[in-house]
Structures are given as structure tokens and as C-alpha cells.
């Protein structure tokens, strides 16, 4: 599941929700639905979000464990 991976990026460099919804243009809500699971991310934000922490889009949805 890609959820983990959402919130594990974030922590890792300090940020808050209300930041990475400001990177996807979404309202902080929305974006705490997609890290807790109870949403489905659209694939246009998994893609901002692997440009946005420099990872790849298989990396976010759990494909792979290289976050390279």
C-alpha cells in the first residue's frame, strides 16, 4: 500500500500536511485522506509528489524498496 509510504516521506524531512497539500494544490484534508488510506491518491499527484521528494512513482506505491 502506498499510504505508508506517503507519510514516511513526509516525516522524513519534517514536513506538515498542510505543506504537501500546498505542493499538490489540495486542501489539507484531502491530502490526510490520501495518507491514511481512506482516499486513492490520483496518479497525477503520485507523480508530483516522486518529482517533489526526487523518488520514483514505483518507489511511493510500495513496487519497489529502493526509494532511488
Same mark, same amino acid.
Given at each position: 500500500m502506498y499510504y505508508p509510504r506517503l507519510k514516511d516521506l513526509r516525516e522524513d524531512r519534517d514536513l506538515m500536511q498542510k505543506e504537501i497539500a500546498a505542493? #499538490?494544490?489540495i486542501d489539507q484534508r484531502v491530502y490526510?485522506? /490520501?495518507e491514511t488510506g481512506k482516499r486513492e491518491i490520483p496518479t497525477r499527484f503520485v507523480v508530483k509528489l516522486a518529482?517533489? /521528494?526526487k523518488t520514483s512513482t514505483d /518507489?511511493? #506505491?510500495g513496487r519497489t524498496n529502493k526509494p532511488d
Open positions: 505542493v #499538490l494544490g490526510s485522506n /490520501y518529482d517533489f /521528494y /518507489y511511493i #506505491l
